[in-house]
């Protein structure tokens, strides 16, 4: 058996997955998640083989998901399932460490193969999102001029993805169970690290690199 939960936040998406991974005998679905919050929480009790993973979500995106959960649990393969083919996306989730990434428009066989493929230990990507993949390898001059989201530690990528969605300061400290001084000086850590000193270019620079996304 190989066992998956489905993170995505629109119902109708995993009820078509679902319903879909049933005609494969040896599928069996064995938990959902509607953000990357509570994909990480149920993964730990659930321990699945494989998570489908949707990366634009409110509250935690799937890259940071992605990024606890492989730091929690190394062995469960997960499978970006996305309709972004931006390269910030993609190289950001690969290198959380998904293992595989499908675009919304695949076919179910796609889906598949993606999951046998991955299951037996090896990656798998779409021939667009591997076009993507391999201009970014060739791609010599990079973004220099734009700091990466690597300088954040990952507390402070998963507050600016709160932040660029507008939750207040308060908000943020009940989400994270942090206190609002905290998150306030995270913020001021985040800014002086990016070199972004207001929020509307904060949540610009959020939406560039993926962290959120108007839309979803
Ligand atoms: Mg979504």
Not at 11 to 21: A, K, S, Y
Not at 147 to 161: A, C, H, M, P, Y
Request: proline fraction near 2%.
């Amino acid at each position: 058996m190989i066992s998956i939960i489905l993170v995505d936040d629109h119902v109708i998406m995993r009820d078509g997955l679902r319903n879909l991974l049933k005609e494969e005998s040896d599928f069996e679905v064995v938990g959902e998640a509607d953000n990357g919050r509570q994909a990480v929480k149920i993964i730990l009790e659930k321990k699945p083989n494989i998570i489908i993973m949707d990366i634009a979500m409110q509250e935690m995106n799937g890259i940071e998901a992605t990024r606890q959960i492989k730091k929690e649990a190394p062995n469960i393969n997960i499978i970006a399932l996305s309709m972004h083919s931006e390269r910030q996306i993609v190289v950001g989730i690969f290198r959380a460490g998904a293992s595989g990434y499908l675009l919304k428009d695949s076919t179910s066989t796609e889906l598949v193969e993606a999951i046998r493929t991955v299951h037996s230990g090896r990656k798998y990507i779409s021939q667009k999102i591997s076009d993507i993949v391999l201009q970014e390898i060739s791609n010599t001059k990079k973004d220099s001029e734009e700091i990466g989201i690597e300088v954040l530690t990952n507390r402070e990528s998963e507050i600016l993805q709160l932040i660029s969605e507008g939750n207040s300061t308060k908000r943020i400290a009940e989400v994270l169970f942090i206190s609002p001084k905290t998150v306030e000086s995270h913020r001021a850590n985040i800014m002086e690290k990016l070199n972004i000193h207001n929020l509307p270019e904060l949540t610009k620079y959020a939406i560039r690199v993926g962290l959120t996304s108007l839309d979803d």
